[in-house]
């Protein structure tokens, strides 16, 4: 397993854009899956988005058109840019990554079976 690191962070206004990175190091699998979550106050954690090693992506519905992931394979480094930004998009955000079990990237498996960072806190403000 890796270590993965979260930073970008902050405070915006609604409508506004934030850029989160995800510094990672070690192995997670020939085929892998890296991913945002994100944890709002007295909510489930629930899946952002997700990448698979080939590039291909996954958004949930709530963040499609406004958020997009990317993955630096040179520098190791996976990040979610935002942009729109609402209230609701308030929350923990959290990387993980892992391997890919079944034929496409799962956000259960991601979540069992993933690495985690610490999370970077994003708050949105009306």
């Known amino acids: 397993q890796g270590q993965l690191v979260e930073s970008g962070g902050g405070s915006v206004q609604a409508g506004g854009s934030l850029r989160l990175s995800c510094a990672t190091s070690?192995?997670?699998?020939?085929?892998?899956?890296m991913g945002w979550f994100r944890q709002a106050p007295g909510k489930e954690r629930e899946a952002v988005a997700m990448?698979?090693?080939?590039?291909?992506?996954f958004y949930a519905d709530s963040v499609k058109g406004r958020f997009a992931i990317s993955q630096d394979n040179t520098k190791n480094i996976l990040s979610l840019h935002m942009n729109s930004l609402k209230p609701a998009d308030t929350a923990m955000y959290y990387c993980?990554?892992?391997?890919?079990?079944?034929?496409?990237?799962?956000?259960?498996?991601?979540?069992?079976?993933?690495?985690w960072g610490r999370g970077t806190q994003v708050t949105v403000s009306s």
């Open positions: 990448i698979e090693s080939n590039g291909k992506t």
């Open positions: 993980a990554a892992g391997p890919r079990i079944g034929a496409t990237c799962s956000a259960p498996d991601l979540s069992r079976l993933g690495s």
């Open positions: 070690g192995y997670f699998g020939s085929t892998r899956c």
